[in-house]
């Protein structure tokens, strides 16, 4: 094979120009391939080893960071239970992707059904055939855990509670959380109606991170709404049941639950110094309970962790060469920030490495996974992350391809 093309080569000065190219391109191969050395300077450890999580009295629990997405602690975080009012995290979520996407808005007035207003348990205290705010029942649903609120932006949604259950469902499988079917808006008991601690530590990442210009709905600790039928004067407000609202300043939601099969559940986030945890806590034996826990494992979170920037998302990383295109190169880059969770004071430890196939061939599309970006703890792998093509590149002409290929052939003789 090599004899027919050295002899379609009519002159010496052509073998000079291909060993010469050879020698420009083999180096960024090597580049690409090489790891970067990139060193992140994190903080001086005092604890040595990290503990084991504290001891909590809990069925089920996560604590996650909500940046990196990293598992700090777990226990049963996949048992699938009956989530109670924290199911309401998921009907608020989608209230607020509706009015995001324009479909609701904030001061639409909703109708009251019967069934919102006698549903009973938890309440903001609606009246059948009495039109309120959507934002009113927003407020009710997160801050008091109206189960009437619940039903009634249910309907104004989907036209249906059942429907509103499907529509809850198909987001959760949409967003990851792949241990979770509702069968209502709510959280009133009923059979198949059940998550898990990741799923709604998931979802409480969304919450967060999605729709930030309603978040502070979940801080407030108050929430007041309806008249005395006698007096005619308000109704006295009704307080938030998260506990940590008023003993820790760093956190500012999310959702409490409680149903006497499981117990008490609590979905609690906290920010500090730059840094958001989330933990769901399932199966308490009651409010106090699971508010110290929840405070345990946030103590824990935020003073045995540290967060790394590794790189952002967006940026181009690397310039890549690209074979028999209409074009011989393109970045590539990751499409979210690459955020490591580590121990702390291990973070100086971390290296990055990006590995791209180095005869990579043309058709590629946009967003297309051309190689990988490695963040090694020293001898371990932390994270790995898909390195995507950031434009696409279209086959080239017959003599570019023909071309390119001769190349490669030598520089795989002279490898």
Not at 8 to 30: D, G, Q
Not at 129 to 152: C, F, M, P, Q, Y
Request: net charge negative; glycine share 8%.
């Amino acid at each position: 094979m090599g004899k027919r093309i050295l002899s379609s080569l009519h002159t010496l000065e052509a073998l000079h120009k291909l060993e010469a190219l050879h020698k420009l391109v083999a180096p960024r191969w090597l580049k690409a391939l090489a790891m970067t050395g990139l060193v992140f300077v994190g903080q001086t450890s005092a604890y040595g080893q990290i503990p084991s999580p504290p001891e909590v009295s809990l069925k089920s629990y996560i604590l996650m960071d909500a940046a990196s997405g990293e598992v700090l602690a777990s226990q049963n975080p996949d048992e699938p239970m009956h989530p109670a009012s924290l199911t309401k995290m998921m009907t608020a979520y989608l209230a607020e992707m509706e009015m995001a996407a324009g479909n609701i808005h904030r001061d639409d007035q909703v109708l009251v059904s019967e069934k919102a207003w006698s549903l009973g348990g938890s309440t903001m205290f609606i009246e059948v055939g009495e039109r309120v705010t959507v934002e009113d029942l927003l407020k009710g649903i997160i801050i008091v855990s109206g189960n009437d609120a619940s039903v009634a932006v249910a309907e104004h949604i989907a036209g249906s509670e059942g429907a509103f259950a499907q529509l809850m469902t198909s987001t959760a499988q949409r967003l990851g959380m792949n241990n979770t079917l509702f069968q209502n808006a709510s959280g009133w008991p009923a059979d198949d109606h059940y998550s898990t601690a990741r799923d709604l530590a998931i979802l409480g990442k969304h919450i967060v991170q999605d729709y930030p210009e309603y978040y502070g709905w979940y801080a407030e600790k108050y929430f007041q709404y309806g008249v005395d039928k006698k007096t005619g004067k308000p109704l006295r407000r009704q307080a938030n049941r998260n506990r940590l609202l008023w003993t820790n300043p760093y956190v500012d939601g999310l959702k409490t639950g409680h149903i006497e099969d499981t117990g008490y559940h609590l979905a609690v986030t906290s920010e500090r110094d730059d840094r958001r945890l989330i933990a769901v806590l399932l199966g308490s034996a009651s409010e106090k309970q699971r508010a110290d826990d929840a405070q345990k494992l946030l103590t824990y979170g935020f003073r045995f962790f540290e967060n790394v920037d590794v790189k952002k998302g967006g940026e181009p990383l690397q310039t890549v060469k690209v074979w028999k295109g209409d074009i011989s190169e393109i970045t590539a880059g990751i499409t979210e920030d690459l955020i490591v969770t580590v121990p702390r004071g291990t973070g100086k430890n971390l290296t990055a490495s990006l590995k791209i196939d180095p005869k990579l061939e043309a058709p590629i599309k946009k967003g297309q996974t051309i190689g990988s970006v490695n963040v090694m703890l020293e001898d371990e792998l932390v994270r790995e992350v898909p390195l995507i093509a950031q434009q696409a590149v279209e086959p080239g002409g017959f003599f570019k391809r023909i071309w390119d290929s001769i190349v490669l052939f030598f520089t795989g003789l002279f490898a």
